[in-house]
């Protein structure tokens, strides 16, 4: 029971992350703030899918679930890249 509440609290971060990056790219329509919030969106419905589905599934088709957490971080790292990559040709 605790760790379900504690995935929910996981999950409710996740999307008031997103919230929050959104507001800052709808400020200064900058990619970066965009891409964060899609990245922390689909870390929070990751979290909401393992909460409805993992218990279901078994062990060995359990790291399926990491996927779309993989995604996210490969996200994450490709708008920091992209961040960096513009500014150079900027300058």
Same mark, same amino acid.
């Given at each position: 029971? &605790?760790?379900?509440?504690?995935?929910?609290?996981?999950?409710?971060?996740? &999307?008031?992350?997103?919230?929050?990056? &959104?507001?800052?790219?709808?400020?200064?329509?900058?990619? &970066?703030?965009?891409?964060?919030?899609?990245?922390?969106?689909?870390?929070?419905?990751?979290?909401?899918?393992?909460?409805?589905?993992?218990?279901?599934?078994?062990?060995?088709?359990?790291?399926?679930?990491?996927?779309?957490?993989?995604?996210?971080?490969?996200?994450?790292?490709?708008?920091?890249?992209?961040?960096?990559?513009?500014?150079?040709?900027?300058?």
């Amino acid at each position: 029971m &605790l760790k379900i509440l504690l995935d929910g609290a996981v999950m409710m971060a996740y &999307l008031a992350c997103a919230l929050f990056f &959104l507001r800052f790219h709808k400020q200064s329509k900058d990619r &970066l703030f965009a891409l964060f919030a899609l990245a922390f969106t689909l870390m929070g419905l990751n979290n909401l899918f393992g909460l409805l589905v993992g218990p279901s599934l078994d062990e060995e088709r359990r790291h399926y679930l990491y996927v779309v957490r993989l995604f996210a971080y490969l996200l994450i790292l490709g708008a920091i890249w992209d961040k960096n990559r513009a500014g150079r040709s900027a300058g």
